[in-house]
């Protein structure tokens, strides 16, 4: 990947939703610094998140067009789906994230703070990181089934009601898995290894500084994580063990815990149970349905991500 000049057009690819205030305040601080910056832009806003692909598509036409670069501007959904197109295009790629928990960009560096993160794309480098995907579709930070999908479900539902907070997401953490019985059964293949397992879920994940925040960076089976993806899961648990794993998750001492389970892998293979066709599985927090098998692996290409060239700018997680 060639250096950046400073002069590359930015083609910004923004979910405004409802079209609030704070989308309205994004949008002023972004043409604020772009034009103190004297640095060409192109906002592509949508209203509707089904619109994303297409917009990004337009996106990286014109940024193959006139050498330019492609900024997602939104939560984990809007990264996702931009993400999604720009990977294997050969076009850079920039995000100003407004995610909840900001995995992905802090990860990296890149501040949640859309000034900050706005001046920092003005003077950026490029950074390769790995994509990982699940039936080809691209998940940045974590793809999951089983419980987790349900967990990130209800969570939201509950933040409709009650607003975007912490606390709020782990109230509903509490009260998914209250009530939370079912389990999976399926057959695990990956490095040449099978195992049948029933579980009350599945996460594979790609983050490092996640993984470091549960407490699993030091275990010896997950610490090459920046190489490949690692999957998180166990045997069937009392909803006293949930609550159990839930807390060693908060306390970055998921790793101790005797009932969790985990490893890395470059491909894995989940197939479900006989007589499930499809499950519900998560994707950076956007839920949605598959059919088995559920392939797992690292993406070929590596996503061209912008973080600031000064270490001075870059955000310490």
């Known amino acids: 990947m060639p250096e950046l000049t400073g002069n590359e057009p930015f083609f910004m690819v923004m979910n405004t939703g409802s079209g609030s205030q704070k989308a309205q305040d994004i949008q002023d601080t972004i043409a604020r610094v772009m034009q103190e910056s004297n640095r060409r832009y192109e906002l592509m806003a ?5 619109e994303l692909i297409p917009t990004a598509k337009k996106a990286v036409a014109l940024a193959r067009e006139q050498g330019g670069i492609v900024v997602a501007v939104g939560g984990d ?26 995995y992905f960009g802090r990860a ?5 703070e859309t000034e ?45 009601r009650f607003g975007r907070s912490r606390l709020v997401a782990l109230w509903s953490a509490l009260a998914t898995l209250f009530r939370a019985h079912r389990q999976l059964k399926v057959q ?22 996640q993984l470091k925040h549960m407490g699993l960076d030091r275990k010896p089976e997950v610490k090459h994580s920046n190489s490949h993806l690692v999957a998180i899961t166990s045997k069937p ?15 970055s001492r998921l790793g101790e815990d005797e009932h969790v389970i985990s490893f890395g892998f470059n491909t894995m293979t989940v197939r479900l149970g006989a007589g499930r066709k499809r499950t519900k599985v998560a994707m950076d927090g956007e839920i949605s349905y598959m059919r088995s098998p559920l392939i797992f692996k690292v993406a070929e290409h590596q996503l061209p991500l912008l973080v600031a060239r000064d270490p001075e700018l870059r955000e310490i997680a």
Do not use: M, W
């Open 237 to 251: 648990l009392s909803t006293l063990n949930l609550y159990g794993i839930l807390l060693r998750g908060l306390l």
């Open 46 to 50: 949508v209203d509707d998140g089904a």
């Open 116 to 160: 900050i993160a706005a001046r920092c794309l003005v003077d950026a480098r490029i950074q390769p990181v790995n994509v990982g995907l699940l039936n080809d579709k691209v998940f940045l930070v974590n793809a999951s089934l089983g419980l987790y999908p349900q967990l990130l479900e209800d969570r939201e539902a509950y933040k409709q």
């Open 188 to 209: 695990i293949d990956h490095e040449g290894k099978r195992e049948v397992l029933r579980t009350p879920t599945i996460v594979v994940d790609n983050n490092a500084l």
């Open 108 to 112: 990296y560096g890149i501040s949640q």
């Open 77 to 102: 959904g809007t990264l996702n789906a931009v993400s999604q197109v720009v990977l294997g295009s050969g076009v850079p790629f920039g995000i100003l994230p407004q995610g909840t928990f900001n």
